[in-house]
């Protein structure tokens, strides 16, 4: 069975601070995502990655993936309030998509 | 422009009394999907459509169904809903085309049921 693990799964920083956010997932897949979803709303999706080494940036996040390891991270660099909200990492093994729990991360000031 | 959109925002229905969720999109994707996302958990998938091929996740309750009568709409039919079915229901596409290489998915705003 496809599992997904996501830690941390609460995570308070300051601006400007960096941090990573970490998915293991349990078996080979084909696709791994990121989303991004503010409260009371949708997911926003914020990352592909398709391939072992893949490495996608967009502004303050950049995201990776080690297939080998089994493993993706969310890098936050430089940390503004308006990065605050819940990100899922999801996972696709033919099209059955299994979610991390997410991490709620909030920046303060 | 709206790609992918959900009706009603807001539903509210009685205790075993049939509701229907609809979901239309505007981007001629082929893969369609159903996730529920109860309050601080993460999306679950419920099930989706390549074309009209239907599949169904194991763990789906029988009380979920689903139509997509053509390209740009889909159905979720909740027959008998229980106190436990509140939550909001995602409808997401993508394209699915292996050639394309385009699996992003794009999700509508979702549609918040409470169930009294």
């Known amino acids: 069975e496809l599992k997904v693990e996501q830690n941390p799964l609460f995570l308070s920083m300051q601006e400007g601070k960096n941090y990573t956010i970490y998915c293991n997932y349990s078996?080979?897949?084909?696709?791994l995502y990121w989303y991004r979803q503010d409260p009371g709303k949708s997911l926003e999706s914020l990352f592909v990655?398709?391939?072992?080494?893949a490495v996608k940036q967009e502004g303050r996040l950049m995201a990776s993936l080690d297939t080998k390891a089994r493993l993706s991270t969310l890098h936050i660099t430089a940390a503004v309030h308006d990065l605050s909200a819940t990100y899922f990492c999801?996972?696709?093994?033919?099209?059955?998509?299994?979610f991390g729990a997410g991490t709620r991360l909030t920046v303060k000031p | 422009d709206a790609m992918v959109i959900q009706n009603p925002r807001y539903q509210v229905t009685q205790f075993g009394k049939p509701v229907t969720l609809s979901c239309s999109q505007t981007?001629?994707?082929?893969?369609m999907y159903w996730y529920q996302q109860k309050s601080s958990q993460a999306p679950k998938l419920l099930f989706h459509?390549?074309?009209?091929?239907?599949?169904n996740e194991a763990d789906t309750p029988d009380n979920f169904q689903s139509r997509r009568p053509n390209t740009s709409f889909c159905f979720l039919d909740i027959r008998s809903p229980g106190l436990g079915d509140a939550a909001m229901y995602l409808c997401?596409?993508?394209?699915?085309?292996?050639?394309?290489?385009?699996?992003?998915?794009?999700f509508g705003p979702g549609t918040r049921l409470t169930v009294t």
């Open positions: 997401a596409t993508s394209k699915g085309s292996v050639f394309l290489n385009s699996y992003e998915q794009y």
């Open positions: 078996t080979t897949s084909d696709r």
């Open positions: 990655l398709l391939s072992n080494g």
């Open positions: 999801a996972v696709d093994k033919s099209k059955d998509m299994r």
């Open positions: 981007l001629n994707h082929n893969v």
């Open positions: 459509y390549y074309d009209k091929d239907f599949n």
